[in-house]
């Protein structure tokens, strides 16, 4: 019997990049690197961009799978994905619940306090708050904190408050992206995150890695683009700590319902080394700085094969009504 080639096994692939939220730039790379990787290996792999195409075209042009290299609003929180099972296209990463639970990092820490995993503490800001209201988180929460939009990612629309006086701007960059602010208790320590690959009880975890910014500080310049920041993978933790950094982000991921790929960032406090689980990635970074490949690569796992392996998860997350038929 012939064994299909990869062409044949994965059919016609889109590879969804660029979109209309603000990781749009990223997007744009993480779909550059995936599009030429497949086709590398030779699979029929096409760019479609949601901002330009209409996705109906998936359909009407005989897409059997797409990767999803779409960051941020629109492609990780699953209004896409909820398109793509109206159109029955298998996809890369989580269903709709599980996306739209993980693109919200307030639901995200609520899930996950309900499951006892641990979380740094927080407080939800309304778009409307007073400066009575924003002394209030501070004095709860404790100084310096972190302000987030909620919906956003890449470390956009974040805030570390130092002092006081900092809490109005910093809540103020916050609602140009969203309409609530989720202030969070600062973890002083090391930065962690932590691919997970599978679904279920196949769920298993890559090699940890660990991001050691300027000044500690990882915005969205040092992310991307900078060369100063340091990535040590696997990180230098001891056998047993890694292990349990390693379950939690596993017990995280399915906590949420992920399947297919993911990364879960944590902060691990100096003081005691406790791990604190910080948010879920359903889509993540696939450019030249991205932490899942470069966590693939220390586990032998090629750029390309990634690729292959994250775009042969790809499938629907709705199973069809039972007895249903067109009338």
Not at 69 to 77: C, F, Q, S, V
Not at 264 to 287: C, H, K, Q, W, Y
Request: with cysteine; hydrophobic share 40%; proline share 6%.
């Amino acid at each position: 019997m012939t064994t299909p080639t990869l062409a044949q096994e994965l059919g016609k692939v889109g590879v969804l990049y660029g979109g209309r939220s603000a990781e749009r730039e990223v997007s744009l790379m993480s779909g550059e690197g995936v599009l030429a990787a497949l086709r590398s290996r030779g699979v029929d792999a096409h760019g479609f961009d949601p901002a330009r195409q209409n996705l109906a075209q998936l359909a009407e042009q005989g897409y059997n799978r797409v990767f999803i290299a779409l960051h941020g609003r629109y492609g990780e929180d699953g209004t896409l994905q909820g398109a793509l099972e109206q159109l029955g296209i298998p996809y890369t990463g989580p269903g709709v619940m599980a996306c739209a639970l993980s693109m919200d990092k307030t639901m995200s820490k609520r899930v996950w306090m309900s499951h006892g995993l641990p979380t740094p503490r927080f407080m939800v800001l309304e778009k409307d708050a007073s400066p009575a209201q924003l002394d209030a988180v501070a004095s709860e929460l404790g100084l310096p904190l972190m302000l987030k939009a909620p919906h956003e990612g890449s470390t956009i629309g974040i805030s570390k408050v130092a002092s006081a006086s900092e809490m109005q701007a910093g809540f103020d960059n916050c609602v140009r992206y969203d309409d609530t602010v989720l202030a969070e208790e600062f973890i002083s320590g090391r930065e962690l995150t932590v691919p997970v690959m599978g679904a279920g009880r196949d769920a298993h975890a890559l090699p940890i890695v660990e991001i050691r910014a300027p000044q500690g500080n990882y915005d969205y310049e040092h992310k991307y683009f900078s060369d100063e920041t340091q990535y040590l993978c696997p990180a230098p933790l001891d056998a047993a700590l890694t292990a349990r950094i390693q379950s939690l982000a596993v017990e995280a991921y399915r906590a949420l319902g992920c399947s297919g790929w993911g990364r879960v960032d944590f902060m691990l406090r100096d003081v005691d080394n406790a791990p604190f689980l910080l948010e879920i990635n359903t889509s993540p970074g696939m450019t030249g700085h991205s932490l899942v490949p470069m966590s693939a690569r220390a586990a032998g796992v090629s750029y390309e094969d990634l690729c292959i392996d994250i775009l042969r998860l790809a499938r629907l997350d709705l199973k069809p009504t039972p007895g249903w038929k067109p009338a």
